[in-house]
């Protein structure tokens, strides 16, 4: 599958690859971390999320992991489809405040 | 799940005018909304904070008298963008939270295009 160490504004996969998506985060304050997917001309949708306590969850197709000694996070999932091609957006959260966005990655899927 | 709507979708107005964007909780209260601004190809950046029957937080770089912001109820937010010129053209997001299960909900958006 494929693989990108540093974040990238695009990731093109064919269809049943698994594709990692990474997102790096600022504030080291931050204990609750979101990945959302949007699709073109709609809000952002929940895909995944994960408090600070943790390093991996998993959910269905979904994996994401976090490190907090680099404050890296990224996405995984498995067995891409063409319906996951989407803008895909990390998002982190310190307590009492409002989530703030990371850059989004553009993940195209052929089949 | 928490449903937020927006309205409407999309407006395009003359630059000069005013324009009001709804944010609503469908099926929760909620004390505390947002709005986002997100232009073509780029990432969802926090405008300012909104909570019900108090001032809204704005970030640093937002006017606060171009967009006027009230929550009046723990349904309803409003975002009026004052005297808008095409470079407020953008994707406004609007974004509520369930006091009860802490989650952050988002609304589908509304593309503003001013001419």
């Known amino acids: 599958g494929e693989s990108v160490g540093l974040h990238l504004p695009t990731l093109s996969v064919q269809e049943g690859d698994n594709s990692i998506i990474n997102c790096a985060y600022s504030?080291?304050?931050?204990?609750?971390f979101i990945w959302y997917k949007q699709e073109s001309g709609k809000g952002p949708q929940f895909i995944i999320d994960?408090?600070?306590?943790?390093d991996k969850r998993q959910g269905q197709r979904v994996t994401v992991l976090l490190n907090k000694t680099v404050k890296h996070l990224s996405l995984q999932i498995a067995a891409t489809q063409p319906g996951d091609s989407a803008v895909y957006f990390c998002?982190?959260?310190?307590?009492?405040?409002?989530?703030?966005f990371g850059k989004g990655t553009t993940l195209s899927v052929s089949s | 799940g928490a449903v937020v709507s927006q309205h409407p979708s999309w407006v395009i107005c003359k630059s000069g005018t005013s324009v009001k964007i709804e944010c609503r909780s469908l099926?929760?209260?909620?004390?505390?909304m947002f709005w986002y601004r997100q232009f073509p190809k780029q990432s969802l950046m926090l405008m300012a904070t909104?909570?019900?029957?108090?001032?809204?937080?704005?970030e640093q770089g937002v006017e606060k008298d171009k967009f006027l912001i009230n929550h009046a109820s723990l349904t309803l937010s409003t975002l009026t963008v004052t005297s808008a010129h095409p470079e407020d053209s953008s994707f406004y997001i609007c974004?509520?939270?369930?006091?009860?299960?802490?989650?952050?909900?988002f609304g589908p958006g509304t593309r503003l295009t001013v001419l």
């Open positions: 974004s509520a939270r369930d006091p009860n299960g802490g989650g952050q909900f």
């Open positions: 909104s909570n019900e029957g108090s001032k809204a937080t704005y």
């Open positions: 994960i408090r600070s306590n943790m």
């Open positions: 099926d929760f209260q909620a004390t505390t």
């Open positions: 504030n080291s304050a931050s204990d609750y």
């Open positions: 998002a982190e959260k310190e307590a009492g405040t409002a989530l703030i």
